[in-house]
């Protein structure tokens, strides 16, 4: 009688690797008995939450509801996959609070700072605005650039923020008063598709970022001095994306089709240190693994104020950091005007761990989840596809959008996921579910632009200016 209240299971990580043999878990036993069990096998002296899945699909009823529901056959063992779960729980988006007018044409480009309590937009009058999110009015109007403003990029301390037009120029802007902090930074020969900071727990307080460029070179600024201190040239087509990674090495992804990886010696000089050549188009994204972390330095989502020491600061950054590359370490996502995306563990091979095939347009965007679990990948085919982060395996198509997908954002804790498409609509969808959450209608017209606060309480969509 106890046996046939009971399943054989197996629980293996997202690699497939078994925490243990084969054992009886009582049918009745659900995430609480399963996350107890698992925590006794890996010896965890800290208690830790985790989401488990069967067939890629989150088990949220009891093991014996879930075989009866789905047909499972009792004669095979019951593979079930165990996952690390974030510690707190964002609260979901269920309506458009405040639709707050401003720019005077398109919104191109959103970003939150990265204790999420400021929100920077950039549009194509020219302007980069700073929004009160309590009272959700202006505080800033930016004046500074001479064309359409289409990258802002927040330093991960918070202390400054950069963007970048489609002249070329890049300015950067003191947060506190709006002011803008020294005159234009000019060398790009042409327009900017793409701003990144270096890494807290590498250099505190900021200073250096890195730019690309349709002129094929990325560039390193100084925003101490003011300056570009290394050109990173190579690349024989115009530079689509950039990453600077939480080892030191920066990425860009080109037209070329490549994806260069760059190590900078300490004399400041660039060394191209690999060549990843898979893709047989235009490499459109490049996302990290570890990018939440590296966007939110040694802001968490308790809020914790740090003294002004730089060295506390730079350590609760690099903790943060380790916790996040895990055992997988940190992994590189690109996506491509030839309708894939490849996985790769650059730190191991410049060979593709994973080609990812099923979009049937180009790939607009792709984007790991803060918890490095998943990734999500926007297309113009109407579809978000979400994916294993750590295998490259499907899991689900998202469909609902009507028109091309432009932009993806996570949510803080990994659970759900923010779209913004040409049909006018932001979207929210369930990971755990796999299906939509909440259907956000109300921009006048095509949503450029998306993101998600770090802390969870806000997201935040940009869209196209009618006339």
Not at 8 to 30: F, H, K, N, S, T
Not at 226 to 247: N, Y
Not at 372 to 387: C, E, H, L, P
Not at 437 to 454: F, I, N, Q, R, T
Request: with cysteine; charged share 20%; glycine share 8%.
């Amino acid at each position: 009688m106890e046996l046939a209240m009971t399943v054989m299971c197996r629980l293996v990580d997202a690699e497939g690797i078994p925490l243990g043999g084969p054992m009886y878990i009582p049918q009745r036993a659900e995430k609480l008995q399963l996350t107890e069990l698992a925590n006794k096998f890996l010896n965890n002296e800290e208690k830790l939450r985790y989401a488990f899945y069967v067939s890629g699909e989150e088990l949220r009823v009891p093991l014996g509801t879930y075989i009866e529901e789905r047909s499972v056959s009792m004669e095979e063992i019951l593979t079930i996959v165990y996952r690390q779960e974030a510690v707190f729980r964002t609260r979901p988006v269920s309506r458009i609070s405040a639709s707050v007018p401003g720019h005077r044409d398109s919104v191109l480009c959103v970003s939150f700072s990265p204790d999420g309590t400021q929100l920077a937009s950039g549009s194509g009058d020219t302007t980069v605005r700073l929004w009160d999110l309590y009272t959700q009015t202006p505080m800033f109007t930016c004046i500074g650039h001479t064309n359409w403003v289409l990258s802002v990029a927040w330093s991960p301390d918070g202390k400054h923020l950069v963007s970048g037009d489609l002249a070329g120029n890049i300015c950067c802007w003191i947060p506190k008063t709006g002011k803008l902090d020294g005159s234009p930074l000019r060398g790009h020969k042409k327009w900017i598709t793409s701003i990144s900071w270096e890494p807290v727990h590498l250099t505190y307080p900021c200073r250096r970022f890195v730019t690309s460029s349709k002129d094929e070179d990325a560039r390193i600024w100084d925003i101490t001095l003011k300056k570009s201190v290394t050109c990173l040239s190579g690349h024989t087509r115009g530079v689509t994306c950039v990453k600077w990674g939480g080892d030191g090495i920066i990425y860009t992804g080109s037209q070329d089709c490549t994806i260069k990886m760059w190590q900078v010696t300490p004399e400041g000089l660039p060394c191209l240190k690999a060549q990843l050549k898979k893709h047989g188009h235009w490499v459109n994204s490049l996302a990290l693994s570890t990018d939440y972390v590296l966007r939110t330095g040694a802001f968490d989502h308790t809020g914790k104020q740090y003294s002004s020491s730089p060295e506390e600061v730079r350590k609760a950054a690099l903790k943060r950091y380790d916790q996040a590359k895990g055992e997988y370490g940190e992994r590189l996502v690109s996506g491509s005007d030839d309708f894939t995306m490849i996985l790769w563990d650059q730190s191991v091979s410049d060979q593709p761990k994973q080609h990812l095939f099923g979009h049937q347009q180009l790939v607009n965007q792709v984007c790991f989840s803060p918890n490095g679990q998943w990734i999500a990948s926007a297309s113009f085919d109407k579809s978000v596809r979400i994916w294993d982060g750590i295998t490259g395996a499907f899991i689900t198509t998202l469909r609902g959008h009507l028109g091309p997908v432009y932009q993806i954002s996570w949510s803080p804790d990994s659970r759900m996921l923010l779209s913004g498409s040409k049909d006018s609509t932001l979207k929210i969808w369930d990971i755990g579910l796999r299906q939509l959450k909440k259907d956000l209608p109300g921009h006048a017209d095509e949503v450029y632009a998306v993101d998600w606060s770090p802390d969870g309480e806000r997201a935040a969509g940009g869209w196209s200016y009618q006339r």
